[in-house]
């Protein structure tokens, strides 16, 4: 018996933390082939895969809710790929695949990767787009009967979900995410040295964050909490990496505040791990998330670690490898960084059990076994 075929539907291939994580999982595994099919434009890692000999197909689609357009064109597709297995991740792609179940008797797994539907995401709207979530919601349930199986990347998420979309929990399974530990190690002090100098950062004490630019990232409470930093320590600066639709929100606060030579917005990068090494502290001050793979890659980088105290972080680390703050509290935030600067020695334990902690938790070599099982097991179940 061959090789089981994965198809893997996905809005983009862009730089969020499921697109990367899919990637990881696809180029790290020899239990199964894989395919991807993207739906919108957005092609950022889409040659990490094919450096890796796998397939990517992208149907192009120009509006956000084309979903009749994307099945049109993905039905003669799967036909001609013929997968053992669906999965499809993120919102669009999952209603997307759900339609596909009439043409298709093929297992169909989603992916819980969002606290989509969270009181603190519904407190912050107007009652206009309230109404409009609560619709979506309401569509997303009825749709999600559809599918066989679903796969959370935290126990948070897979309790959220389940109680906002009326899942019986027997039919999720949580799988972390992973990284490759490899990686972060053994990045040589000259790459650092030559980034440092391309970014004019000799002498500088280094925060990080690397995030997609969204208002729940938190990244404007991160900035408005280092300007206070910055004025008591001036030979800080504030480095985000990651690209997304808050930039000019960001871009304007930063402008505001006078810190145009001290925060930078790196956009997307391809040099995550070197820039994890030569940051002194990273920072991630998420309001919710699904399981936030970028503070894993930090614990994994041994990195001393500030972050909000939300449950999926929580769930990823405790107090003893990491520093909670408040969650939104930018005045719990700014005393947590200015304790990191005055005491880096007293917090460098924090990172070596960050690192430990993470390779025990999150390896990806574990995690695509995790994968390769509950395919397996899915198709036996589906095949009686």
Do not use: W
Not at 289 to 298: D, V
């Amino acid at each position: 018996m061959g090789k089981i075929k994965i198809v893997y539907i996905i809005d983009t291939l862009q730089t969020g933390g499921a697109e990367k994580s899919l990637v990881d999982i696809a180029i790290n595994n020899n239990y199964f082939d894989c395919v991807f099919i993207t739906i919108y434009k957005g092609d950022f890692l889409v040659k990490i895969l094919e450096a890796h000999n796998i397939k990517v197909y992208s149907l192009n689609i120009a509006t956000r809710y084309s979903f009749s357009e994307a099945v049109d064109k993905l039905i003669p597709l799967l036909h001609e790929i013929n997968p053992d297995v669906i999965h499809s991740t993120l919102f669009r792609s999952d209603i997307i695949a759900r339609r596909l179940k009439k043409h298709f008797k093929i297992p169909l797994i989603n992916s819980f990767v969002n606290n989509s539907y969270t009181n603190d995401r519904y407190s912050k709207l107007s009652l206009t787009a309230k109404l409009k979530l609560y619709l979506v919601q309401c569509y997303d349930m009825i749709t999600a009967q559809k599918v066989d199986c679903f796969i959370s990347n935290s126990e948070t998420i897979k309790l959220s979900n389940a109680k906002a979309l009326r899942i019986n929990l027997d039919k999720i399974k949580v799988i972390y995410r992973g990284r490759n530990s490899i990686l972060f190690d053994n990045i040589s002090a000259d790459v650092v040295k030559q980034l440092k100098i391309k970014l004019q950062l000799e002498g500088k004490t280094v925060f990080l964050n690397v995030s997609r630019l969204l208002d729940r990232k938190g990244q404007l409470d991160l900035i408005t909490a280092f300007r206070e930093v910055n004025k008591i320590n001036p030979e800080t600066v504030l480095l985000i990496a990651g690209e997304g639709s808050y930039r000019s929100e960001l871009e304007t606060a930063i402008n505001e505040f006078g810190l145009e030579k001290s925060v930078l917005l790196l956009g997307n990068r391809e040099d995550i791990p070197v820039l994890l090494k030569m940051a002194d502290f990273f920072v991630f001050p998420s309001y919710y998330e699904g399981l936030p793979g970028a503070l894993i890659e930090a614990m994994m980088a041994e990195k001393i670690i500030i972050c909000s105290d939300i449950p999926e972080n929580k769930e990823c680390a405790t107090i003893n490898e990491v520093i909670f703050f408040s969650k939104g509290d930018i005045g719990d935030l700014k005393l947590k960084m200015r304790e990191v600067i005055m005491n880096a020695e007293q917090y460098s334990d924090k990172g070596k059990a960050a690192k430990q902690l993470a390779n025990q938790k999150f390896d990806i070599n574990k995690v695509v076994e995790y994968y390769h099982q509950t395919y397996n097991e899915l198709i036996q179940s589906h095949s009686k």
